[in-house]
């Protein structure tokens, strides 16, 4: 009963929040529902017992990705030019009908490559009775310190490597006088 | 209610959500966004087969790679955005395109 | 469900009367709607409580600094002015909501509820005693600290969407101080998640005891040192002083919320004084013992055995007690902080930034290494442990 209802709870979230990131003419407004629709996808995490991929989920966007994801949109914001340097007329930046038409072509092949896929899958499982949930926090301590030790430690390294190359990147570079 | 294809469900509708932004905009940050919901879609899945399959929580797992894997992509993306709206003061995709013909 | 609250009232007689009463007149198992209604009301409870101890808040800071400033501070409403919070609640559902022109006015709605959704969120696995909990997470401070993020998406929103230049320069500053000190605060609670083994906050207290030695703020230098690392950025994480950039009044006229006006405002306020309250909830549950009572009043197992009282009457004094020592040290540290705001001067923005990337965030590692280091080489035993041990072998002899 109270997972069902979490369960629809998140899922709406989850889908409206897609849906209105699609249709969102304002970027800010996109991120704000992305932001919604993470929230809803950490309520499914919970629902099927994935308890810190839920708070690591939490963490991870709420704090750090839609942060800079805001901070990006503001820094890079206020020009609406709609011509570009050669003078030429461009298409708006969220899109307009023949961009819409191309994207809602390419969602419709995926859908149906994924559909394709998906069916013998659904077939072959029936849905069974669900395992009651356990705390997974150490079983996935215990799997992240022995049998992904080396997956963990390049992710670190990638990690690493990210927070560099972001601050390297972005630094204005200053002209070079000798 | 809680079944699988009722995940699958929800984590396609994620991704082709995705593809849609991902295309449909000219934004860079737009784009970027797109990208983060197809990578929710995939670490859904991995979590959702490893509940409803077999339970040994190495899909968790890989979706604590992907979680991290995002993270590093946004934040090199986004520091790439804004040294190319320093350089060109806009976040136009078409304008980006220096290195095409 | 799985909450503490439920759980400790599940163990009483009148739980069980309760559910078989209401069985037989709907018909249907009533335990888990017995459960919820015990939940719903607590969490009522929580949230009216909190809301108070924010009010509270507000009249605190200026009492204790017309104090700090020998001044009187307010004293017209009611006695010692203890009612001017609702006095100002009441002027503020009161005063006219404005929304600047070319505000984002879905973002500009949105801030304050964000940024106070994410304070109310973090107060479900505040431990205020081992029975009044609302929900035992066991990936708890995890849970907490994530949900406290949403507080710098609040105020960033509330700054960008004002359309004021003001307000952005707040907003800018205040998230980038959230994010910036979310690192050398998680890294500290890190080395204590160490220390106990778990993330779940019964985990993290029940590794420690009553008395001031078995502290985990006593365990070992490193986690000494964690502690004043975890209070500073917790200073900086809710924008109080002298980490308050984003609302620097001098040069920014009040930073992110200076374009709200009335209730919106207030919400802002409201959860400022109770993200304080939180982030001192969690500096106590996690170095300076948390609820636990000395001598193990906590359990009443004591109070059995000399007074001869009745089990679940004990267990309850044992509550009160817990719940009295819990409030106790966080308002203790409630006061450091506002006693810290009117003392020191604000920092500038560069010296804040160099203070959390090139000294706590340092400090941090170093710390979250020597704790690791500490479990390895003494075997998780305290300092106070390893004392008392080498004493007693040394007399020993």
Same mark, same amino acid.
């Given at each position: 009963?109270?997972?069902?209802?979490?369960?629809?709870?998140?899922?709406?979230?989850?889908?409206?929040?897609?849906?209105?990131?699609?249709?969102?003419?304002?970027?800010?407004?996109?991120?704000?529902?992305?932001?919604?629709?993470?929230?809803?996808?950490?309520?499914?995490?919970?629902?099927?017992?994935?308890?810190?991929?839920?708070?690591?989920?939490?963490?991870?966007?709420?704090?750090?990705?839609?942060?800079?994801?805001?901070?990006?949109?503001?820094?890079?914001?206020?020009?609406?030019?709609?011509?570009?340097?050669?003078?030429?007329?461009?298409?708006?930046?969220?899109?307009?009908?023949?961009?819409?038409?191309?994207?809602?072509?390419?969602?419709?092949?995926?859908?149906?490559?994924?559909?394709?896929?998906?069916?013998?899958?659904?077939?072959?499982?029936?849905?069974?009775?669900?395992?009651?949930?356990?705390?997974?926090?150490?079983?996935?301590?215990?799997?992240?310190?022995?049998?992904?030790?080396?997956?963990?430690?390049?992710?670190?390294?990638?990690?690493?490597?990210?927070?560099?190359?972001?601050?390297?990147?972005?630094?204005?570079?200053?002209?070079?006088?000798? | 209610?809680?079944?699988?294809?009722?995940?699958?469900?929800?984590?396609?509708?994620?991704?082709?959500?995705?593809?849609?932004?991902?295309?449909? !905009?000219?934004?860079?940050?737009?784009?970027?966004?797109?990208?983060?919901?197809?990578?929710?879609?995939?670490?859904?899945?991995?979590?959702?087969?490893?509940?409803?399959?077999?339970?040994?929580?190495?899909?968790?797992?890989?979706?604590?790679?992907?979680?991290?894997?995002?993270?590093?992509?946004?934040?090199?993306?986004?520091?790439?955005?804004?040294?190319?709206?320093?350089? !060109?003061?806009?976040?136009?995709?078409?304008?980006?395109?220096?290195?095409?013909? | 469900?799985?909450?503490?609250?439920?759980?400790?009232?599940?163990?009483?007689?009148? *739980?069980?009367?309760?559910?078989?009463?209401?069985?037989?007149?709907?018909?249907?198992?009533?335990?888990?709607?017995?459960?919820?209604?015990? *939940?719903?009301?607590?969490?009522?409870?929580?949230?009216?409580?909190?809301?108070?101890?924010?009010?509270?808040?507000?009249?605190?800071?200026?009492?204790?600094?017309?104090?700090?400033?020998?001044?009187?501070?307010?004293?017209?409403?009611?006695? *010692?002015?203890?009612?001017?919070?609702?006095?100002?609640?009441?002027?503020?559902?009161?005063?006219?909501?404005?929304?600047?022109?070319?505000?984002?006015?879905?973002?500009?709605?949105?801030?304050?509820?964000?940024?106070?959704?994410?304070?109310?969120?973090?107060?479900?696995?505040?431990?205020?005693?081992?029975?009044?909990?609302?929900?035992?997470?066991?990936?708890?401070?995890?849970?907490?600290?994530?949900?406290?993020?949403?507080?710098?998406?609040?105020?960033?929103?509330?700054?960008?969407?004002?359309?004021?230049?003001?307000?952005?320069?707040?907003?800018?500053?205040?998230?980038?101080?959230?994010?910036?000190?979310?690192?050398?605060?998680?890294?500290?609670?890190?080395?204590?998640?160490?220390?106990?083994?778990?993330?779940?906050?019964?985990?993290?207290?029940?590794?420690?005891?009553?008395?001031?030695?078995?502290?985990?703020?006593?365990?070992?230098?490193?986690?000494?040192?964690?502690?004043?690392?975890?209070?500073?950025?917790?200073?900086?994480?809710?924008?109080?002083?002298?980490?308050?950039?984003?609302?620097?009044?001098?040069?920014?006229?009040?930073?992110?919320?200076?374009?709200?006006?009335?209730?919106? *405002?207030?919400?802002?306020?409201?959860?400022?004084?109770?993200?304080?309250?939180?982030?001192?909830?969690?500096?106590?549950?996690?170095?300076?013992?948390?609820?636990?009572?000395?001598?193990?009043?906590?359990?009443?197992?004591?109070?059995?055995?000399?007074?001869?009282?009745?089990?679940?009457?004990?267990?309850?004094?044992?509550?009160?007690?817990?719940?009295?020592?819990?409030?106790?040290?966080?308002?203790?540290?409630?006061?450091?902080?506002?006693?810290?705001?009117?003392?020191?001067?604000?920092?500038?923005?560069?010296?804040?930034?160099?203070?959390?990337?090139?000294?706590?965030?340092?400090?941090?590692?170093?710390?979250?290494?020597?704790?690791?280091?500490?479990?390895?080489?003494?075997?998780?035993?305290?300092?106070?442990?390893?004392?008392?041990?080498?004493?007693?072998?040394?007399?020993?002899?």
């Amino acid at each position: 009963m109270f997972a069902n209802t979490l369960f629809l709870a998140s899922a709406c979230l989850t889908i409206g929040g897609a849906i209105a990131v699609v249709y969102s003419k304002n970027l800010m407004h996109a991120c704000i529902y992305l932001l919604a629709s993470l929230f809803g996808v950490a309520g499914l995490y919970t629902c099927i017992g994935a308890d810190f991929l839920a708070a690591t989920q939490l963490v991870v966007y709420a704090g750090g990705v839609v942060i800079l994801m805001l901070f990006a949109i503001m820094l890079t914001g206020g020009t609406s030019n709609k011509v570009n340097r050669f003078g030429l007329e461009k298409i708006p930046a969220m899109g307009n009908k023949k961009t819409f038409f191309i994207a809602s072509f390419a969602a419709v092949v995926s859908a149906m490559i994924i559909v394709k896929i998906l069916i013998p899958v659904l077939k072959q499982n029936p849905s069974s009775a669900l395992s009651p949930n356990e705390p997974t926090v150490e079983r996935l301590g215990t799997l992240l310190a022995t049998d992904h030790i080396l997956a963990f430690e390049i992710s670190s390294v990638l990690l690493l490597g990210a927070l560099v190359g972001a601050a390297v990147i972005s630094r204005p570079r200053k002209e070079i006088h000798d | 209610m809680i079944s699988l294809s009722s995940y699958l469900f929800i984590s396609l509708v994620l991704f082709l959500c995705g593809i849609f932004v991902m295309v449909a !905009r000219k934004n860079i940050i737009a784009i970027l966004l797109g990208i983060e919901l197809i990578l929710n879609a995939s670490a859904l899945n991995f979590a959702a087969y490893t509940k409803f399959l077999n339970n040994n929580l190495e899909g968790h797992i890989m979706s604590l790679f992907i979680i991290v894997i995002a993270a590093a992509e946004a934040a090199v993306g986004l520091g790439i955005v804004i040294r190319f709206f320093q350089l !060109r003061e806009s976040i136009h995709i078409d304008d980006a395109s220096t290195l095409q013909n | 469900m799985n909450s503490t609250v439920v759980s400790y009232f599940s163990q009483s007689n009148e *739980f069980q009367n309760v559910t078989n009463w209401l069985t037989q007149i709907l018909g249907f198992n009533a335990s888990s709607l017995v459960a919820f209604i015990i *939940f719903a009301v607590f969490s009522l409870i929580i949230v009216g409580a909190m809301a108070t101890i924010g009010g509270l808040g507000t009249y605190a800071e200026r009492k204790i600094s017309a104090d700090l400033q020998a001044r009187i501070g307010p004293n017209r409403v009611g006695p *010692f002015g203890i009612l001017q919070f609702l006095a100002d609640g009441v002027k503020m559902i009161l005063k006219e909501d404005i929304v600047t022109t070319n505000a984002d006015r879905f973002t500009f709605n949105l801030a304050p509820v964000l940024c106070l959704v994410g304070v109310f969120a973090t107060l479900a696995v505040v431990p205020y005693s081992s029975g009044f909990m609302l929900a035992d997470l066991n990936v708890g401070i995890f849970y907490l600290v994530g949900m406290a993020s949403l507080v710098g998406v609040g105020v960033f929103l509330g700054g960008y969407a004002s359309n004021s230049k003001w307000s952005m320069l707040g907003g800018m500053r205040g998230a980038s101080q959230i994010i910036s000190y979310e690192i050398p605060a998680t890294l500290s609670i890190i080395a204590i998640v160490l220390l106990a083994g778990g993330l779940s906050m019964k985990t993290l207290i029940d590794g420690q005891g009553g008395a001031p030695q078995d502290w985990y703020i006593f365990h070992n230098p490193f986690a000494f040192m964690g502690f004043f690392v975890y209070f500073i950025s917790a200073l900086a994480e809710t924008n109080r002083a002298p980490f308050d950039l984003p609302e620097a009044e001098s040069e920014l006229v009040s930073g992110y919320h200076t374009e709200y006006t009335g209730m919106k *405002f207030g919400l802002f306020a409201l959860a400022e004084y109770i993200e304080v309250f939180v982030v001192c909830g969690v500096a106590v549950a996690l170095f300076l013992g948390g609820y636990k009572v000395p001598f193990d009043l906590g359990s009443g197992q004591i109070l059995v055995e000399k007074l001869g009282l009745d089990g679940m009457l004990a267990q309850n004094i044992g509550q009160f007690l817990e719940l009295g020592s819990f409030f106790t040290k966080t308002l203790l540290l409630y006061y450091v902080v506002i006693w810290v705001r009117w003392t020191l001067p604000r920092l500038r923005v560069d010296q804040l930034m160099t203070l959390c990337w090139k000294y706590l965030t340092p400090i941090a590692l170093v710390n979250l290494i020597g704790c690791a280091v500490w479990m390895y080489a003494f075997n998780g035993k305290s300092i106070f442990a390893l004392i008392f041990h080498a004493a007693g072998s040394a007399g020993g002899h």
